[in-house]
């Protein structure tokens, strides 16, 4: 794995809007993972600012969410479509009909969507963030590593994290459907972003601890091209000689 570390998550959006608009160049149609959640905003905000200097289309990019919550009210702010619609989609020029989200529905086949991607050629480069315990998209420690998409119910840790968007941790969704580590595993590229302090020790346990379904983030290690992009906060706990 290749680690880049930038002086603070300002420098580090900017890293990785850049990445996304070189890999989109270099193909004539473009499968984006998106991920969501704090540390990627800055980086929509960048390739919606680029789009608006001209530097950038998305007509040709198809986009496949990680995960999005069951129980929450489909128009509420913080459901992952909402989320995109607000921060990327609505400003660019993506069509719309190219922006895919796992399944949701009661009855849902949830593993259809790893056959739907595979059918759209699969996934160019996928964008990641890590949870404070080591999850990768909603893949909550202890989930095998051969996982497609599937329901989850979410860590107590995640919904504590995630509280800072809602009211309150009642309000918090339990379920969630999620990328399995199998269908992150399966994209092409993967970037891993971690931005502030307290990602600093869950780095370090991912970055040079053993592989371990107890450290899902650690899966990356099986895939011959992941990119791990850090600001100078994420990265303070981590042995430098190694890099
Ligand atoms: C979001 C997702 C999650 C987040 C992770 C980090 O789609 O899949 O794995 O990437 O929880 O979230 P932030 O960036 O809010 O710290």
Redesign the pocket.
């Known amino acids: 794995m290749e680690v880049r570390i930038f002086k603070d998550k300002a420098a580090l959006s900017d890293h990785i809007a850049d990445f996304v608009i070189e890999e989109i160049r270099k193909k004539t149609s473009f499968n984006l993972g998106c991920?969501?959640?704090?540390?990627?905003k800055g980086v929509y905000e960048r390739l919606v600012k680029k789009h608006n200097e001209g530097r950038v289309s998305f007509g040709k990019v198809r986009t496949f969410?990680?995960?999005e919550y069951l129980d929450i009210n489909k128009d509420h702010p913080e459901a992952?479509r909402n989320y995109m619609s607000r921060h990327f989609f609505d400003h660019v020029d993506i069509n719309i009909a190219n922006t895919h989200f796992p399944p949701t529905d009661e009855h849902a086949e949830y593993e259809s969507y790893d056959g739907f991607i595979a059918s759209q050629g699969g996934i160019d480069l996928q964008l990641?963030?890590?949870?404070t315990n080591g999850?990768?998209?909603?893949n909550e420690p202890g989930t095998p590593f051969t996982q497609k998409t599937h329901k989850i119910r979410l860590a107590d840790a995640?919904r504590e994290?995630?509280s800072r968007f809602f009211t309150s941790l009642s309000d918090v969704p339990r379920y969630a459907v999620?990328m399995g580590i199998d269908t992150i595993l399966g994209a092409k590229r993967i970037l891993l972003a971690a931005s502030g302090k307290d990602?600093a020790a869950i780095v370090k346990t991912f970055l040079e601890g053993p592989i371990s379904e107890r450290v899902p983030a650690s899966a990356l290690k099986k895939h011959d091209d992941v990119v791990v992009v850090l600001d100078e906060a994420a990265a303070q706990d981590i042995e430098r000689k190694h890099l």
């Open positions: 991920a969501t959640g704090s540390t990627y969410n990680l995960d992952y990641l963030g890590i949870g999850h990768i998209a909603f995640t994290a995630n999620t990602k």
